[in-house]
C-alpha cells in the first residue's frame, strides 16, 4: 500500500528555488533515507510532507487517514508534565477504555443486572467485545512498552517524575523521539534522530527502527544508522530526487556507476553539440547552406542539452601531510587519571600508541574521553599516572568545540595569522581547497555555520603537517560528501591518529584498533568498530555462561536432565532460525539487485519508449517487488521469533 507520493513539488524561497519538480513515493514499510548535502532542501522536503510547509506547485498524496509523526531537527518539548506524564497522553483513550472496563465490571456486579438475564447477557457482551479489542490493540501493554523505550533512551524510573522543564535540550530531543516511537504512527518521519544520541542508544533505535509497523522517511548524516536500517535512498542533488535501491552503502556504489554512465552520456552529447555548433558557425552565411545551418540551430535552441554530472557542487579536495617522522613509540599512557581540579571522571587509564596506528577511543558520554584527549594535549593537568611522550612527536588537535574559532577574525586572516609568511594567494587556494572561495574567505568565522567552522578547523590542522593527529568528534558538523572527503584523506594519512567518535562509519574505515574507556580503565581491541562489537558480545556471552555454571555447582541448585534437553532444543532451534535469516537477506539482496537493474532499464530512452519492451519488464517488475513484499514479511517474522528467544 503507497502511503505517501510525492510528485512534480516544485519550492522556492523568493527568486531562490530549493526543490524542482521532486518525485518520491513511500510503500508501508518502506524504510527509506533522505539524503543529500547541506542545504540541498532534504529538511524543506520533510516540512512540506509533514504539512509544515507550503510549496508551490505539484502534488503531494496521501491517505485521508493517514497518521504521520514528524521529528524535527530542531524540536523543543514545552510541557508542565513529568516524563511519565507526557509519555501517558499518547494512551488517553487507552485510559478512556480501562474507565469503562470498570464501568462495565460494576455493571455486571450489580444484582439487579446480575439477577436481569437479558440486561446482564448484553453488559457481558459489550464487556467482552471491549475487553477483546483492548486487548488486541495493546492496551494490557502499553505501560510496559513505554518502560521499554524509555529505558532505550537513557531515561529510567527514577527520572519518571522529572519535570519535563528541568531536562537538557538532548533529553527533550530523546524525549520526543520516545513519545514518536510509542504513538507509532503509519508514517514516522525523522530529521537527523541520531543528534544527541551515543552509540548503545543508536544500536537500540536501529534495531526498534527495523521492526517498526510502518513506514520511515528519514533524514540523517550517520552512515552507519543508515546502512543499519534502511532499504531505500532518495537523493536530494541540484534541486532533483533521484531514487536508489538498497543501503547507504549501495547507494554510493551504484550512485558512482550512474556518474560515470551519467558522464559519459553527457561528453557524448557535447561532442554533438559541438559539431552543431561548428556547423553553423562556418555555413550559416554562406546562401547555399544557410538554411541548412539554420535548421541545425533550430535543433542547438530546443535540444534540452543535459547538465554536466558534477554540476556546481564542488568536493572539498584535501590531505594531510607530515613535516617529520615520529619515532616507532608515539604515546605509552600508564594508570592515568583524568578530570577537572580534583575530581576524576576516569581512571587507571593505560594505552600504547605506535607511529600509524589509528586508534579510536569509544565509550559512553561523559567517561572522559574529551577529558583524556587535553590531558594528553597538557591543556589540563594529569589526577594521577604518567603520560610518556615519544621522540619528534609533533601534535595536531582538533576540538570539536572549536574554541579557538570564537572570535570574530575573517576566514581569510584565521590561516594567515598562523602562517603570515605564506603569501595570500597561497592562503587563498588553500581555503579554496575546502570551498571557501572568492569573498566567502572575508566572511567573519562568527558567522559562518556549524559545518563550515568545521572546514576552517580542518584547513589549520592541514598547514600544520602535524606527525600525530588528535581528533575530537572530526565528522560532527559534517555533510556526507565532507565526510568521504575527511576520511580518505586520513585514510593517506602518513602520521599517526588518536580519536574520539561517535561516527561507526568512520570508525570502520579509519580504525586499526580501538581502546573502550570506562570509569576503572581501559580495554584495548585490535580492529575496527565492528571487530571491537563482535569481541564485546563473546565477552559478555562468555562472561553469562560462566555465571550459569558457577550457579549449576552450587549445592542448592539442581538441573534437571529435561531443563538441559529444553535448552538443547532451544539453541538448535535457534540455529535454524539464524541460518534461515541468512539465507532470506541473501534472497533479499538478489532481489534488490535485479529490481535495480529492471529499473535502471526502465529509464534507458529506448526501452521506456517503446511500449512493447515495456511490459515485459514492468511485468517482471512486479513479481520481484511481491517477491520481496514475501521475503520481506518472513524476515519481520523471523526477527520476532529471535528477539522472543533472546530476550
Known sequence: MIVLQVNQIHKSFGAEEIIS??????????????????????????????GEMSYDSGDLIMPKDLTIGYLEQQTDLNSDATVWEEMMKIFVHFREQEAKLRHLEAAMADPDVYNDAERNAKVMQEYDLLQTNFKDAGGYQFEADTRAVLHGMKFYPEDYEKKITSLSGGQKTRLMLAKLLLAKPQLLILDEPTNHLDIETLSWLENYLKNYPGALLIVSHDRYFLDQVVTLVYEVSRKKVRKYTGNYSRYLSEKAKQYELDRKHYEKEQSEKAKLEDYVARNLVRASTTKMAQSRRRVLEKTDWMEAPEGDEKSARFGFDIQKQSGNDVLNVQSLAVGYGEHAVSNNISLKLYRTDSLALVGPNGVGKSTLLKTIMKELPALAGDIHYGTGIQFGYYDQEQANLKGNKLVLNELWDDYPQVNE?????????????????????????????????????????????????????????????????????????????????????????????????????????DYYVEKKLETEELAALDALEAKAKQPETQISTSTSQIDKEAKKLERQLVRRNTEIEQAMESLDEEIAAIEEQLCEPDIFQDHERVMPLQSRLEELKHSHEETMAEWLELQEQLEEMNS
Not at 514499510?29 to 524543506?44: H, I, W
Open 21 to 50: 519538480g521532486a518525485k518520491l513515493e513511500v510503500q508501508h514499510r518502506d524504510r527509506v533515507a533522505l539524503v543529500g548535502r547541506n542545504g540541498a532542501g532534504k529538511s524543506t522536503l520533510l516540512k512540506i510532507i509533514a
Open 425 to 529: 594567494k597561497d592562503i587563498r587556494g588553500i581555503l579554496g581547497r575546502f570551498l571557501f572561495t572568492g569573498d566567502d574567505v572575508l566572511k567573519p568565522v562568527s558567522t559562518l555555520s556549524g559545518g563550515e567552522k568545521a572546514r576552517v578547523a580542518l584547513a589549520k590542522l592541514m598547514m600544520q603537517k602535524a606527525n600525530v593527529l588528535l581528533l575530537d568528534e572530526p565528522t560532527n558538523h559534517l555533510d556526507l560528501d565532507s565526510k568521504e572527503v575527511l576520511e580518505n584523506a586520513l585514510i593517506d594519512y602518513p602520521g599517526t591518529l588518536l580519536f574520539v567518535s561517535h561516527d561507526r562509519y568512520f570508525m570502520n574505515r579509519i580504525a586499526t584498533k580501538v581502546v573502550e574507556l570506562s570509569r576503572d580503565g581501559t580495554t584495548e581491541y585490535l580492529g575496527d568498530y
